[in-house]
């Protein structure tokens, strides 16, 4: 075999390592892949080309692996694909203490078993206990528990 193929199978196994741990991470196919190129290459070297050229080639690829890892790491080089954005977007934080047992309400969608109802002229999402109510049906708070709110139907 000869070296350019030998250079060729060890270059595509590093860059499957690089796709595998700075790109897709998780997938592991692009991991094994690059370790079986690599092993692939190597093996190569150490059959075609002898033990001491296999040598010579572990430790240039070991030494290549580490300092490609290191520049990958330490440069900017991925700053440029992350994300940099933020969400300074805010969920409706009402006081518990607005609703209480007893209030009343209409459904606004159906609850099935959870939807949005207009209790004290607040739109709001509630849930019930498993039943189904229909929407514009009458509905009474019978529980507020960590700002979840229980309603069933007003009878």
């Known amino acids: 075999m000869s070296w350019l193929l030998i250079i060729i199978l060890i270059l595509l196994g590093l860059l499957f390592l690089l796709l595998e741990v700075l790109v897709i991470p998780g997938s592991t196919v692009a991991g094994i892949a690059g370790f079986g190129l690599l092993f692939v290459g190597l093996w190569q070297a150490y059959a075609s080309k002898g033990i001491i050229e296999g040598h010579i080639t572990l430790g240039s690829t070991i030494i290549v692996t580490v300092v490609v890892l290191y520049f990958s790491f330490k440069a900017g080089t991925w700053k440029r694909m992350a994300l940099k954005t933020t969400s ?25 078993p959870s939807g949005k109802a207009m209790i004290n002229n607040h739109i709001i999402e509630v849930h019930t206990y498993g039943e189904f109510i229909d929407h514009e049906k009458d509905i009474v708070v019978i529980s507020v528990k960590d700002n979840k709110i229980i309603v069933t139907t007003k009878k």
Do not use: P, V
């Open 88 to 112: 300074d977007g805010k969920m409706d934080q009402r006081e518990g203490n607005e609703f209480n047992e007893g209030d009343t309400g209409i459904t606004i969608s159906r609850l099935a």
